[in-house]
């Protein structure tokens, strides 16, 4: 009898011990969230809103996207890096990731140890423009006057650490040149004093200027993008002008808060990359200027790493800092 009672108490222990195994659910099993460090609305917004659609169908449960400006995108960010590593939290990362540890040495989180790489999404490129007015038609003609009148050339930016700023300066070290920045609160008003001539060029993303270049509002000098890759007809690339090794990616990935566990990492990856694939995200982001890249999340973290270090040696040489 005692022998009967332990073989059902073993057989119902094995039994009860299986049960939780079997009952484990699938990720995921929930709603994902992607964090967008930047208000709605804007570029960022847009392609966060259209990986988010493509997920939900590709994974079969909802994303939302909620919106957390602030401090540079390090609120946003930040928040996602503070998240379990549970696959439902995630940060839609672009140019000022890479900038950030750079430009604030304070930041809340480490950039390389706070996150997983999901996968890159895609790259998009600046472009040089001046007013249609201007005499500055060429990368020659802005070489020539720059050396010629050291100093007396300006250029607009969004502000302090954009990508419109870093070009702007990338330019000026490659070329050995001295042009003057001028910072704004918004590209809007730096587009303006560019068209009325205030200010001498800028470098907005393509997503900001194809349309008043298309328009007949500003003359596109020259892309940011490699050597015999510019993505507008007609435009040269700055690489292909004089400055061989000058390229500006505005580029956009996933990721995860750190440790996230290997399966969920390749779970993401490959419906991220099916997503970004897909004609309806490609037709969908088309006004951004996106070119899509999708890889591996090694790639991704090799990339993101590789801009890290040289944005730091331009941000380092040029003194540049936030106010």
Known sequence: MRNA???????LTCLLGAVPVQAQTQYPDR??????PFPP????????RRIGQGLQEDLGQAVIIENKPGGGTTLGTDFVAKSPPDGYTLVLASFAHAVNPSLMPSLPFDTRKSFSAIGMIGRSY???VVSPKSQLKSVADILRVSREK?????????????SAHLAGELFKNLAGVDIVHVPYRGVAQALQDV???????????????TALINAGKFHAVASTAPAGKSPMPGVTTIAESGLPTYVVDGWYGVYAPANLPKDIVAKLNG???RVVQTPAFQKGVEPEGLVVTPGTPEDF??????EEIRWRKIVTENKITIN
């Open 301 to 306: 973290d090799q990339f993101v790493r590789g």
């Open 41 to 48: 609305g804007g570029g960022v917004d847009l392609i966060a």
């Open 126 to 128: 600046n472009v040089l």
């Open 31 to 36: 709603t994902i969230k992607i964090v967008v």
């Open 271 to 273: 419906a991220l990359n």
């Open 150 to 162: 050291s100093g007396s050339l300006t250029y607009a930016s969004q502000g302090v650490g954009t």
């Open 195 to 209: 068209l009325s001539g205030q200010v001498d060029m800028m470098w907005p993303t393509s997503a900001a200027a």
């Open 5 to 11: 009672v332990l073989k059902f108490t073993l057989a």
